[in-house]
């Protein structure tokens, strides 16, 4: 079976309210921090308590050199709204008091850091300078929230480096167990590919997901990931923060957790990572289920980042490449017919005996060619006295992954700065089904494009412009390809049709089952067809069936 997710989402702020909140802003208390930038505020104060009005404060982002220049109000209060997360430092000039400068300030991303400041009397020309970094405590809001950083974004092991399984680290988020896994006979694509999170008890599609302030929820509202079921882009996150409860209404369209992530940008000094991690079952241990040889594992995943400024000051860049190359196996057991049973020599129970003796009968000649679609080895050849022979499969699977992001950031004037990204996601997973008749193929595509315009309209008064647009695509278990048998015309539903199969139950030592679904689009031809054969055990030997769906029904009976 095959299904097409797709999800569309559009993100806008639209011109009229933002004009209509800003000329409101203009009478009103500086805003709160924006959900992708952060926001430092705090009063200025002299050493007596008492409030410094039209003190001047300069914020300063010492990776790109941009500098918000503000002024206190007449109760010495200043705020500095969407601020790019980051290293800053805070001068504060006034007259008739010395000139302070705060080092080793670090904001993080949707945060609203306080800041408060003393001044002392004396000379302007005079700098008191403070280089111990000031408690990161917010104080002016409620919410409950953890930020991850880069540092522990890149060091801490991830398996598969998928970024968003680090809000695990936050009390109240787990991951869920026993999600589906991304393969033949399962459809986790249906409730979205990405790692599913649970906070404080709620459904993984509760949760948002947001990168720069837009939504990248998949088309099931849930957790973003690729076919391979990892989010990739590690090196290109600057930080993410979690919010599990009380956070505010610019948030939205949630009850569960907010993970809100912020990509890296450029900076005036060139960073840049190379990389490339291996995971092999070399050094894997053999389970109970592994044949006498591991099966096989190899996944390599590389790539490298790299930003800097084209314009000092002005200009920046940054861009991310990761690449995921996956080969594997998963063993099993699969029950076949023996070839006793394919010639006809069926199993009669007797004295507690399941197979006390032989009865033969006649094949039908129609369902010959129906039979090459169990394998049979040397062990089911020479098996006998029985109808069902138990085999070690194992199922390759490749997966083939690319993930980019981009971002620019433009300073076009002092009061102006316009910032945009894309990330582009996209690979194929292959898995042949444990018959080895068919290849199924599990695809994801995931694009975001955002852009940010940030406007200084007076000290006291900012505002942005976001908009953004996300699209995911996802097809679950597409057939491309088969062996002659899985091919052949003449077993399908209709003259012409392709079979294509699906393998829903490996059956059991007593039912032995097997299922095969055609899926077509010609017209007349039905989308579903499903095939059935059965060879109970222990019975009469009378009823080798294969039925269908479509009430046509041939069998073999003595």
């Known amino acids: 079976m095959t299904n097409y997710g797709w999800n569309n989402r559009i993100s806008w702020l639209m011109l009229v309210p933002v004009v209509v ?49 503000l002024t206190t109000n007449s109760d010495g209060f200043y705020s500095a709204p969407n601020l790019i997360p980051g290293s800053y430092e805070v001068r504060v000039t006034a007259e008739g008091f010395q000139a302070l400068l705060q080092r080793d300030i670090t904001l993080r991303v949707g945060a609203q850091q306080a800041l408060n400041l003393t001044l002392k009397v004396g000379e302007l020309t005079q700098t008191v300078e403070v280089n111990a970094a000031p408690p990161d405590i917010q104080t002016t809001s409620s919410t409950i929230s953890a930020t991850v950083d880069s540092t522990t974004i890149r060091q801490l092991p991830l398996n598969g480096r998928d970024w968003t399984s680090l809000a695990t680290l936050e009390p109240g988020v787990v991951s869920i167990p ?12 249906n409730r979205g590919f990405g790692n599913q999170l649970s906070n404080g008890g709620h459904r993984a599609n509760e949760n948002s997901y947001r990168v720069n302030g837009i939504s990248i929820n ?5 957790a973003p990931g690729g076919a391979t079921g990892v989010n990739l882009g590690v090196d290109g996150v600057q930080e993410f923060s979690v919010l599990t409860s009380n956070y505010t209404a610019e948030y939205g369209r949630t009850s569960g957790a ?59 860049v940054f861009a991310n490449y990761e690449g995921l190359r996956q080969s594997s196996s998963s063993s099993g057991t699969i029950h076949v017919p023996s070839q006793e049973a394919r010639n006809g020599q069926l199993c009669v129970a007797a004295g507690g005996n399941p197979c006390a003796s032989l009865n033969t009968i006649t094949v039908n000649p129609q369902i010959v060619p129906y039979l090459a679609l169990w394998p049979c080895s040397t062990t089911c050849q020479s098996a006998t006295f029985t109808d069902t022979v138990a085999l070690d499969s194992v199922t390759p699977n490749h997966a083939n992954e690319n993930y980019v992001i ?79 048998v899985a091919t052949d015309a003449a077993l399908a539903i209709a003259p012409g049709a392709k079979p294509h199969l699906k393998f829903l139950s490996q059956g059991s030592p007593q039912l032995l089952d097997w299922v095969a679904s055609t899926n077509s689009t010609t017209p007349g031809i039905p989308s579903n067809f499903t095939t059935m054969l059965s060879i109970p055990k222990a019975r009469t030997p009378s009823n080798l069936v294969l039925s269908s769906n479509a009430c046509n029904t041939t069998s073999w009976s003595n």
């Open 21 to 69: 909140l800003s000329l409101a802003l203009l009478f009103a208390a500086p805003a709160s921090a924006q959900v992708a930038g952060a926001t430092l505020s705090g009063l200025v104060t002299d050493e007596n308590g008492g409030a410094v009005a039209g003190a001047g404060v300069s914020v300063k982002n010492l990776g790109t050199g941009d500098t918000r220049e």
């Open 178 to 189: 026993n999600q589906a896994t991304t393969s033949f006979s399962a459809n986790k694509g």
């Open 218 to 222: 998949d088309y099931s509202n849930s």
């Open 258 to 316: 907010v993970l809100n992530a912020i990509t890296k940008s450029g900076t005036d000094e060139f960073h840049g990572t190379g990389y490339i991690f291996d995971r092999d079952s070399i050094f894997d241990a053999r389970n109970f289920f592994d044949p006498a040889k591991i099966p096989t594992f190899h996944r390599v995943q590389f790539g490298a980042s790299g930003g800097t400024a084209i314009v000092k000051d002005k200009t920046f």
């Open 406 to 484: 981009t971002r620019m950031d433009q300073k076009l004037t002092s009061k102006d700065n316009l910032s945009g990204a894309y990330f582009f996601d996209s690979g194929p997973q292959n898995q042949t089904d444990p018959l080895g008749n068919t290849v199924h193929e599990v695809f994801s595509r995931r694009q975001m494009i955002s852009g940010e315009e940030t406007h200084i309209f007076s000290p006291a008064v900012a505002n942005t412009l976001r908009a953004g647009y996300s699209r995911v695509v996802g097809k679950i278990n597409t057939p491309v390809s088969g062996d002659a």
